[in-house]
């Protein structure tokens, strides 16, 4: 699981997000920081801004990974991406299926900004007007036509 509460310069992660690092318990990788998994060509101390480019850069050093593992990499380095799915209420993102926010219970106020798989309203494509690269990074096409 990848907590999403760390420093720019700080990744928390548990063992079995990255291969190879089985041998450290989940006490020695609460918090990591991220020079030690990437080297200094991909993002220095002093950078704190990621791009497509430098994110793909960092999984090609992290070694092979699975889908679900680089999702939730991904999003551990840059944030759940604005486009998510939404099933009775709660919201989930579209790259790492993580618990974004809970319309039922509570009031989620990313859901003025986010853009809803399957969704073709007027809102969800202005909304997805406004999206990055790093939001659309691994993520479904949210207006793709299924047959």
């Given at each position: 699981?990848?907590?999403?509460?760390?420093?720019?310069?700080?990744?928390?992660?548990?063992w079995?997000t990255?291969?190879?690092?089985?041998?450290?318990?989940?006490?020695?990788?609460?918090?990591?920081?991220?020079?030690?998994?990437?080297?200094?060509?991909?993002?220095?101390?002093?950078?704190?801004?990621?791009?497509?480019?430098?994110?793909?850069?960092?999984?090609?050093?992290?070694?092979?990974?699975?889908?679900?593992?680089?999702?939730?990499?991904?999003?551990?380095?840059?944030?759940?991406?604005?486009?998510?799915?939404?099933?009775?209420?709660?919201?989930?993102?579209?790259?790492?299926?993580?618990?974004?926010?809970?319309?039922?219970?509570?009031?989620?106020?990313?859901?003025?900004?986010?853009?809803?798989?399957?969704?073709?309203?007027?809102?969800?494509?202005?909304?997805?007007?406004?999206?990055?690269?790093?939001?659309?990074?691994?993520?479904?096409?949210?207006?793709?036509?299924?047959?």
């Amino acid at each position: 699981m990848i907590d999403r509460s760390f420093s720019p310069h700080q990744i928390a992660v548990s063992w079995d997000t990255l291969p190879g690092l089985d041998w450290l318990t989940n006490a020695d990788l609460e918090l990591i920081p991220t020079s030690s998994l990437l080297s200094n060509s991909v993002m220095s101390q002093d950078e704190q801004t990621w791009t497509v480019a430098k994110v793909r850069r960092a999984l090609a050093q992290m070694g092979k990974l699975t889908k679900e593992q680089r999702n939730k990499i991904v999003c551990g380095l840059v944030g759940h991406s604005r486009i998510q799915e939404l099933c009775f209420g709660y919201y989930t993102c579209g790259r790492c299926d993580a618990q974004v926010g809970d319309s039922l219970g509570s009031v989620y106020l990313g859901a003025e900004t986010a853009v809803v798989i399957g969704h073709n309203c007027t809102k969800c494509r202005e909304n997805y007007k406004t999206l990055t690269g790093l939001d659309k990074l691994y993520v479904p096409n949210p207006f793709k036509r299924t047959k």
